[in-house]
């Protein structure tokens, strides 16, 4: 056998080698394929039920905040309703109330003048033993 022959053997075997790691990586190649189709398969199959409930799902959401808010504006419809019913019963009310209670301190004021201007009555007196009273120390002062 001379060297090109040789030479040529390698080659075929090395081809050989090369062909059959290609051919192994191709038919992994094909499992792989097949396998992710059919994942993509069952995962469509799963899917299409879940898009169908999550989509009733927002709907069923979209119909509970239009009934929230139309509850907010009638909510805030009763609410301007009684600060308005609040103001108009303060100014109603409120300025008549104001007199009432100036006229009733006036007269109690006039009551405790005339009360002050009588002859006081006769004073009660304390006596603690062996102590004298604050209130009797004055009158003593006075005395």
């Known amino acids: 056998m001379t060297g090109g022959e040789v030479a ?9 080698i090369l062909v059959s790691f290609l051919a192994v990586v191709l038919v992994r190649l094909a499992q792989t394929l097949k396998a992710t189709t059919k994942l993509m398969a069952e995962v469509t199959e799963q899917a299409v039920p879940l898009l169908a409930d999550a989509s009733a799902t927002v709907r069923s959401a979209q119909t509970q905040l239009d009934r929230v808010d139309a509850i907010a504006s009638d909510v805030q419809e ?53 102590r004298t009273v604050p209130a009797a120390r004055r009158r003593k002062q006075k005395d």
Request: aromatic share 8%; no cysteine.
């Open 8 to 16: 040529g053997i390698l080659v075929a075997v090395f081809w050989a």
């Open 78 to 130: 009763v609410t301007s309703n009684a600060s308005a019913l609040s103001t108009t019963v303060a100014s109603t009310f409120g300025g008549p109330l104001v007199k009432v209670a100036a006229f009733g301190y006036g007269v109690r004021r006039a009551m405790s003048r005339n009360r002050a201007d009588a002859p006081p009555a006769q004073t009660r007196r304390t006596v603690v033993v062996g």
